[in-house]
């Protein structure tokens, strides 16, 4: 059956051509979906990257700006913190210089209340931190510094202000004089002419007196001294007693001297000079010695301006 045969003939020629067409569907739509692919890929790296180069730039910038605020931000801390004597927001500014060196409470509140006083000295000081935050970089002699610690979680420098603790060297002029600071006893001299360096202190005021005594006399001087230099941590001080020193002699070396009633236990032949003394507390003198008809005595005289004092004992008639 020929007719059957061309029927069967066509129909596998469809069928072949329907596969054709198919496959080739199939490879186009292929084709689409592997342009899609690399599209989308390219497109993902572009905003991958474009993220990538965002962060990066903030990260720089925070770090830099962050930087930069966080100088400023302690400075300003630090300036509030004395303006309005907060000593727990001060302690969050400060580090010492000396880490063995602790600071207290009361030595805060002793330097804030040096500052107190000294609107001129809180502007040069913060004057200065601003100018270090500014230029970087410090004269490391200075005593206060703006200084750099370990970044804050790894991003971030910390800054601080470090203070430097000071010595004080005291200059007295008396020998056997006890030197005193806040009335702890930190020395006395063993010469005249005597230095004695102590510290180290935390800026502020302080109180230093000097004070030589003997049986005789009592000299003394107390004054208030402030403990603050921004470009050096040394202060020196005098403190320097007035007393005087007197001459007496008699005509009869042998005399005992007395003051104020006191025997001295020295011969008025061995006394070169007496003192040093304090006029304002006033101060009597005289001589006597025993002879075979009793006591012999010369006239009390009262130290007044003259250093020459002349204490003779009327002879024997």
């Not at 630090?78 to 907060?86: E, L």
């Not at 602790?102 to 000295?121: G, R, S, T, V």
């Not at 420098?157 to 004089?177: A, G, M, S």
């Not at 600071?181 to 010469?191: P, Q, T």
Request: hydrophobic share 30%; aromatic share 12%.
């Amino acid at each position: 059956m020929p007719w059957l045969e061309k029927i069967i003939v066509k129909a596998k020629e469809k069928i072949s051509k329907g596969e054709e067409e198919e496959e080739e569907g199939s490879k186009e739509e292929d084709k689409e979906n592997k342009k899609e692919d690399t599209y989308d890929w390219g497109e993902g790296k572009k905003i991958i990257l474009g993220i990538f180069i965002l962060m990066s730039v903030f990260f720089i910038s925070g770090m830099i700006l962050g930087g930069m605020n966080n100088k400023d931000k302690v400075i300003s801390d630090f300036h509030k913190a004395i303006i309005h004597k907060n000593v727990h927001q001060f302690k969050k500014c400060v580090v010492l210089s000396n880490p063995k060196v602790k600071i207290n409470e009361e030595e805060i509140k002793n330097f804030l209340n040096c500052m107190e006083k000294n609107a001129f000295h809180i502007k040069s000081l913060i004057d200065s931190l601003y100018e270090q935050a500014r230029y970087g970089g410090c004269n490391e002699s200075y005593t206060f510094l703006l200084k750099k610690q370990e970044r804050k979680w790894g991003l971030f420098d910390r800054y601080v202000i470090e203070i430097k603790p000071y010595y004080i060297t005291l200059h007295t002029n008396y020998k056997n004089t006890i030197l005193y600071i806040d009335d702890k006893e930190i020395g006395k001299s063993d010469k005249e002419d005597f230095y004695i360096k102590y510290g180290p202190l935390m800026p502020g005021l302080y109180d230093i007196k000097a004070c030589y005594k003997n049986p005789y006399t009592k000299i003394e001087k107390k004054e208030e001294v402030k403990i603050f230099n921004l470009y050096n941590d040394k202060i020196y001080k005098d403190i320097m007693l007035k007393g005087r020193y007197v001459y007496p002699y008699s005509n009869m070396k042998d005399a005992m001297l007395y003051v104020n009633g006191k025997n001295t236990g020295m011969r008025i032949g061995q006394v070169r000079e007496f003192g040093p003394i304090s006029l304002e507390q006033g101060m009597k003198m005289y001589v006597q010695k025993q002879s075979s008809k009793g006591i012999m005595k010369s006239k009390e005289i009262e130290i007044k301006e003259d250093i020459d004092i002349y204490l003779p004992i009327e002879r024997e008639k």
